[in-house]
């Protein structure tokens, strides 16, 4: 369309939303501001101790259900002045006209279960990462250990208060504007956050022998028609065949996810089984191939699964919080040519 790259700003749990934009699209962020973030929002032991423990989540969950509408929660957002009078009341107005107590409810299981430290690396634009000390919402110890993640990401404080700004407006526009219209100097990069998907024909020789060239070509011609119809309605671009599967391209790992459970009884009614692995992570083009420790990954994951499963990263599971989608762990499964184990789970529709 010829517009100039926008100038982002994400607040609290808009901030993970505006993070995987700006990794995933690049070329469309020229600039990224954050405040009252972080890259978790609950406790993650050991490598993440900042945010509510899972006891404080659930109480939390208790108190939407028993007083969603009255102020529930108002603390955490409001600090002291949630205890001005007529406050809660304004609050609760506010929860009343926004949803009802289940739908809140999974709206907070969603925000905990949020979790976007694996992409934060991939951040490439000029990024500002506001926080202020006593936000009882996100500790200022989770969004310094934001912006020490994100390269060269900038982190200043503003004055100590509550989660909501509304008692420092001025600061907060003034540190955002100064950022947004300053002269940024990053390079460009060609790498960009893809979710990429992996299929495999299951026991692919073995029905080549004994269904003979021709059937198989024309079984493969149903597969590839399936394939196709599946990747343009989740919005997959096929980046190559790879002998008896493929390999696809997604800008939002669900839709890498749906697509790959879709794919398994469509094909399945074609009398054809497969396998699939999704990973989310950096990958460069070159021309018209893709690379990266992500392919990699994706690839070796994929071929973990047995015939009509979707197995996936953990990446890919704290990607899609609140998806509907369900992960279940099959522990740290050790991947040919990578140092390191990392967890695997299997995905299934809700």
């Not at 990224?32 to 945010?51: E, I, K, M, N, V």
């Not at 634009?125 to 926080?131: E, F």
Request: charged share 20%; net charge negative.
């Amino acid at each position: 369309m010829g517009l100039d790259p926008a100038a982002l700003w994400g607040t609290s749990e808009g901030g993970a939303v505006s993070i995987l934009f700006a990794a995933t699209y690049p070329d469309r962020v020229g600039l990224l501001s954050l405040f009252g973030t972080a890259a978790r929002f609950s406790q993650d032991l050991p490598d993440f101790p900042w945010g509510f423990t899972p006891t404080e989540v659930q109480s939390q969950l208790c108190a939407i259900e028993d007083d969603w509408g009255g102020g529930a929660l108002a603390e955490l957002f409001y600090g002291q002045a949630a205890e001005v009078p007529g406050m809660r009341e304004l609050f609760g107005r506010l929860q009343r006209s926004v949803s009802s107590p289940s739908m809140a409810k999974l709206w907070w299981q969603a925000f905990m279960a949020t979790d976007v430290r694996a992409v934060l690396g991939s951040i490439r634009v000029p990024t500002l990462v506001l926080a202020r000390p006593g936000d009882q919402l996100v500790p200022l110890e989770s969004s310094a250990a934001l912006a020490a993640t994100i390269p060269n990401a900038q982190f200043r404080l503003l004055p100590p208060g509550p989660h909501t700004p509304f008692d420092i407006i001025d600061d907060l526009a003034r540190e955002v504007l100064d950022f947004f219209t300053g002269e940024s100097g990053a390079p460009a990069d060609e790498r960009v956050l893809k979710t990429v998907l992996f299929t495999d024909i299951v026991s692919s020789t073995e029905k080549l022998s004994t269904m003979g060239d021709t059937a198989w070509r024309h079984q493969l011609n149903g597969h590839d028609s399936v394939v196709d119809n599946l990747l343009l309605r989740y919005g997959g671009t096929r980046a190559k065949h790879t002998g008896d599967g493929v390999f696809a391209l997604f800008d939002a790992p669900t839709k890498a996810a749906r697509c790959a459970l879709q794919l398994v009884p469509a094909l399945a009614a074609l009398n054809i089984a497969i396998r699939a692995g999704i990973h989310t992570g950096e990958c460069e083009r070159r021309g018209q191939e893709w690379s990266g420790m992500a392919v990699h990954i994706g690839a070796r994951i994929g071929a973990l699964a047995d015939a009509g499963e979707v197995f996936a990263s953990r990446t890919v599971r704290d990607l899609t919080a609140g998806s509907g989608l369900t992960f279940e762990s099959l522990g740290p499964q050790q991947l040919k040519g990578l140092p390191e184990q990392i967890e695997i789970y299997r995905v299934s529709a809700a």
